[in-house]
């Protein structure tokens, strides 16, 4: 049978719209966050970090917002382009200095031109 | 290309086999990281050097593994007596001192028949 772990979250935009991709994380005690962008066979690339002492930052085209109370992360995206298709993992940091990164589950984003 | 690079990319091999890969990471990025990841997942850590020394191993990582990082650069990563089980994607990824943004390769992916 089909393994669960094959049941990615997915979110499916038209280009040119805005895509918010969210994450719960799980440790409580973890000070530093990042969301990872892969693309299909290739490793994850880095997208935008953000720490436990600010709860929004912003790049280009990206927004990474943290609530800390309810342990959500989320990723926002400005005019999501065809390019922006892949899979979209949170990341925390739980291991103090060594980066000891704790990836969640993905999402799956699409986009229609 | 400066970037994280691996070797083989892809490798098959019969179960009970040892497989080798091998991580040249970016060239001043002291610390060294490798993750495997399996299909809809997202990557798991295995094992950590800061410079040639191992400072963590995860539980994931079982007396069959070993991995080594001898003069501080480059990095192999061992699976003696394959499984099936071992199929997955094994990613190396580079930061340099005190920063969490790994930067990762493009991953060896093995599949054990």
């Known amino acids: 049978g089909e393994s669960v772990g094959l049941h990615l979250p997915t979110l499916s935009v038209q280009e040119g719209d805005n895509s918010i991709i969210n994450c719960a994380y799980s440790?409580?005690?973890?000070?530093?966050f990042i969301w990872y962008k892969q693309e299909s066979g290739k490793g994850p690339q880095f997208i935008i970090d953000?720490?436990?002492?600010?709860d929004k930052r912003q790049g280009q085209r990206v927004t990474v917002l943290l609530n800390k109370t309810v342990k959500h992360l989320s990723l926002q995206i400005a005019a999501t382009q065809p390019g922006d298709s892949a899979v979209y993992f949170c990341?925390?940091?739980?291991?103090?200095?060594?980066?000891?990164?704790?990836f969640g589950k993905g999402t799956l984003l699409t986009v229609n031109p | 290309d400066t970037g994280v690079s691996q070797d083989p990319r892809h490798k098959i091999t019969k179960r009970g086999q040892n497989v080798t890969f091998r991580c040249d990471p970016i060239?001043?990025?002291?610390?060294l990281y490798w993750y495997r990841q399996t299909l809809g997942q997202g990557p798991e850590f295995l094992t950590y050097?800061?410079?040639?020394?191992?400072?963590?191993k995860s539980r994931l990582l079982s007396d069959r593994f070993s991995a080594e990082r001898p003069k501080g650069s480059f990095s192999t990563l061992e699976i003696q007596r394959t499984e099936q089980g071992d199929s997955a994607m094994y990613l190396c990824?580079?930061?340099?001192?005190?920063?969490?943004?790994?930067?990762f390769g493009e991953g060896s992916r093995l599949t054990v028949l």
């Open positions: 953000i720490r436990s002492n600010m």
């Open positions: 050097f800061q410079n040639e020394a191992q400072l963590e």
């Open positions: 990341a925390e940091n739980s291991g103090g200095s060594n980066y000891k990164l704790t």
């Open positions: 990824a580079s930061s340099p001192q005190n920063t969490g943004e790994l930067f």
């Open positions: 060239s001043e990025h002291n610390r």
């Open positions: 440790n409580s005690a973890s000070d530093y």
